[in-house]
């Protein structure tokens, strides 16, 4: 594979991000593979079916997923490789930009910021309703940062560094492999009722992508936080119930000195989740701090693959 394929990848996504324009005509990707999982949990997440029996049917499910995704993957790839030859990395580039989120995410979280720097609470709690599952109807401006806050973090690594991962390490297989296993935990990976059983192996096994990515994402918002989060990453990301997403916000809290996670409402019930950080407020400022953050984070992972490629 050519050098500069990934770099190139992150460069288009930093530029173009999915324009609007692109999904009107198109859609995206991803959403095919969530039509895919809607369709076969339809038909294999009966509700007259035994515990087992769904959980064989999402096992099913992520073979499926893993064999269509990645078997597509590895057909385009060799016929852009045998196609392309010495322009090989730019339409590899090209294949794998859509699986990479860096301007999305940042232009799905700097609008709650600035409706919180403005001052419009109901706006910021409309706006990063559209981000997060959490109840955000009756948000104070500190659940509302640190909702977008949390986000931001978690979403650094499901949706740049860990596709950059496995786009470098196995390339279009691996980037588009592991976006369907993350489509499907994200849909049908939850530990409540229909999905308990028949979402088990998409959530274990997107557990098991994430790990060296969400330890690399903390690393990396870290070094872009000044080195203020080291502390509380390695004390409170075993806080998180996810084995993996605890880092990057640990890091992300310890850098901006303030406490994230804590007492959460879904659907009408509180969970009395432990919290993240310092006892340090969240707000508008810690929000375009966490921006701020996150762009030198992305810059650092840009980095990080320039060396590899260039070494690889």
Not at 38 to 67: C, F, H, K, Q, Y
Not at 148 to 154: D, N, P, Q, V
Not at 198 to 204: N, Q, V
Not at 240 to 245: I, K, R, T, V
């Amino acid at each position: 594979m050519v050098e500069p394929m990934a770099l190139a990848a992150l460069m288009l996504d930093a530029a173009l991000g999915w324009p609007g324009w692109l999904y009107a005509r198109i859609g995206h990707p991803v959403g095919g593979v969530a039509r895919i999982i809607g369709a076969m949990e339809r038909r294999w997440n009966r509700t007259d079916w035994s515990g087992p029996r769904r959980r064989r049917g999402g096992i099913a499910l992520l073979l499926l997923l893993l064999g269509a995704a990645g078997g597509a993957g590895l057909a385009l790839q060799w016929a852009i490789v045998r196609w392309a030859g010495d322009m090989a990395w730019l339409w590899l580039a090209l294949a794998a930009w859509p699986g990479l989120a860096q301007r999305s995410l940042y232009a799905h979280v700097a609008p709650v910021m600035r409706a919180l720097v403005k001052g419009d609470l109901d706006g910021a709690r409309r706006t990063v309703g559209w981000i997060v599952g959490r109840d955000t109807d009756s948000l104070d401006e500190a659940g509302v940062a640190r909702a977008g806050i949390e986000s931001l973090a978690e979403s650094f690594c499901d949706g740049v560094v860990a596709p950059l991962f496995w786009l470098v390490l196995l390339g279009l297989p691996g980037i588009w492999a592991y976006k369907a296993v993350n489509t499907a935990d994200s849909m049908i990976g939850h530990k409540e009722a229909p999905f308990t059983d028949f979402g088990w192996a998409a959530a274990r096994f997107d557990d098991l992508l994430n790990w060296a990515p969400a330890r690399l994402a903390g690393l990396l918002l870290c070094i872009a936080g000044g080195g203020g989060g080291w502390s509380v990453m390695w004390r409170d990301h075993g806080s998180h119930a996810s084995p993996n997403a605890g880092w990057p916000e640990a890091a992300m809290a310890g850098a901006l000195r303030i406490g994230l996670a804590g007492p959460i409402r879904y659907d009408g019930v509180l969970h009395d989740k432990p919290w993240i950080g310092a006892s340090g407020e969240a707000d508008a400022r810690a929000m375009r701090t966490a921006l701020r953050i996150y762009l030198r984070a992305c810059l650092l992972l840009w980095g990080l693959t320039a060396i590899w490629e260039s070494i690889g």
